[in-house]
């Protein structure tokens, strides 16, 4: 049990912790991932920045994840989608939906400057969990085209399921902890409150 997303964030800094003067970039899935990625940069003398990508949500069940996409528009669709009743239509508007919002918070997040380049970086992916996995894969797939010299996934919590199907995609995964019950990400935080866009734009704007 994580008593909020900075407890967490400095814990994983310290398993982080041989990364720091190789000026990582750490890049954090929005928005919960926010807080905390800029905390680990901040430990290990890295740079900060977002990695924007959307979950895709089962019909009527807008929590479960039935595949995710990412800013280029490249989707990954699971396995399971088919069981939820995501037809192919429901999936490309779905699709669609996920993009527009993806456009508008890179319009929100980074006006003020382009995203960093992970060519060539030390490249850390922070979320505050996982439980599918679908956001973190459609991140690592986009930021390995993009030639980073390592990719690490970094997180919490996830089940060891998920952590599985996560690193194929990575280099190197750092998890703290890999419960075989695990129901939410929000079960192994005391203080798990929503991460707003004013903070986020916030938090990036002092990163400049």
């Known amino acids: 049990m994580f008593n909020d997303r900075v407890d967490a964030a400095r814990q994983l800094a310290e398993e982080l912790k041989q990364y720091r003067g190789q000026n990582p970039l750490v890049l954090a899935i929005p928005r919960g991932a926010v807080p905390m990625a800029k905390v680990i940069a901040d430990e290990l003398g890295g740079s900060f920045d977002v ?3 959307r979950k ?3 019909p009527y069940q807008p929590e479960l994840a039935i595949g995710s ?3 280029s528009g490249w989707a990954y669709i699971a396995d399971h989608a088919a069981s939820t009743g995501a037809s192919k239509d429901y999936i490309e508007t779905e699709k669609k939906t996920q993009m527009e919002t993806i456009r508008k918070r890179r319009s929100q997040y980074t006006p003020i400057r382009p995203p960093i380049d992970p060519a060539g970086r030390i490249v850390i992916v922070i979320d505050d969990g996982l439980a599918t996995g ?3 894969i459609s991140a690592l797939h986009g930021l390995r085209a993009r030639k980073p010299a ?3 996934c970094a997180v919490p919590v996830a089940p060891p399921d998920t952590l599985k ?3 194929a995609m990575a ?3 750092i998890c703290l902890e890999a419960p075989e019950y695990f129901q939410a990400v929000g079960q ?3 203080n798990f409150s929503q991460v707003e866009d004013d903070e986020v734009i916030d938090i990036l704007r002092h990163s400049i």
């Open 134 to 136: 679908a956001t973190m």
């Open 165 to 167: 199907r996560v690193a």
């Open 150 to 152: 390592k990719l690490i």
């Open 51 to 53: 990695v924007l990508v």
């Open 56 to 58: 895709l949500r089962a």
């Open 171 to 173: 280099d190197e995964v």
């Open 188 to 190: 192994f935080y005391r």
């Open 69 to 71: 996409i990412d800013e």
